[in-house]
């Protein structure tokens, strides 16, 4: 399953895609804000990696990502690339991915319906995550039936989060299965396999 998107380019850049110096600047502020948020190590928090790590990783992000053939896509705010990244997956529902969701934390039950042209989704904003060091996130979710698609933003600077959710249920409504035809309106027509 390949995902598309028609997020608004005046608010978002679109990091899949980019190679070279077209797309650089947010390719690296995504993934410094990724990097930033994983696994730390030590009581002293301190973080995985080099600057060269950083360096390649953003090197190979692009070329990763086009690999991943649609299953994966990301962007950053156009304005202020180190303010939000947004990356949506795709992956296949398989009885350990259903078992993993049905053992989260009770911290990630407090969703809310949200309706999109995937269908109705789930919603789950966290404004201070249960993780102290954490960054604040919204999770976009839909269950196709066969695969589980999913929409994640992180934010470091918790007090501005909140003014970008009109803008991240945006980027989440925008999200579309490949082949899928549109009706002129937002209704997305499903055609069946020929």
Same mark, same amino acid.
């Given at each position: 399953m390949r995902l598309i998107s028609s997020a608004d380019p005046d608010l978002w850049i679109p990091v899949t895609?980019?190679?070279?110096w077209k797309g650089r600047r947010h390719r690296k502020a995504a993934l410094r804000m990724l990097m930033a948020n994983g696994p730390r190590v030590g009581a002293g928090g301190q973080r995985r990696g080099s600057g060269f790590g950083a360096w390649l990783a953003s090197q190979l992000?692009?070329?990763?990502?086009?690999?991943?053939?649609?299953?994966?896509?990301?962007?950053?705010?156009?304005?202020? $690339?180190?303010? &939000? &990244?947004?990356?949506?997956?795709?992956?296949?529902?398989t009885p350990?991915?259903?078992?993993?969701?049905a053992s989260m934390p009770m911290e990630y039950d407090d969703t809310e319906n949200f309706p999109t042209p995937?269908? &109705?989704?789930?919603?789950?904003?966290?404004m201070t995550p249960p993780n102290p060091r954490g960054? $604040? !996130?919204a999770t976009y979710t839909w269950d196709t039936g066969t695969h589980l698609v999913t929409l994640t933003a992180v934010c470091p600077d918790r007090?501005? !989060?909140?003014?970008?959710?009109?803008?991240?249920?945006d980027l989440a409504r925008s999200i579309r299965i490949a082949g899928n035809a549109t009706a002129g309106s937002d209704d997305v027509l499903r055609l069946p396999p020929a």
């Open positions: 895609g980019s190679l070279g992000a692009p070329f990763a990502m086009r690999k991943a053939d649609g299953r994966v896509l990301a962007w950053t705010w156009k304005a202020e $690339p180190e303010l &939000v &990244v947004a990356i949506a997956t795709t992956q296949e529902l350990h991915v259903r078992m993993a969701r995937l269908g &109705v989704g789930e919603k789950l904003v966290m960054l $604040p !996130f007090e501005r !989060f909140g003014t970008l959710e009109p803008s991240l249920d």
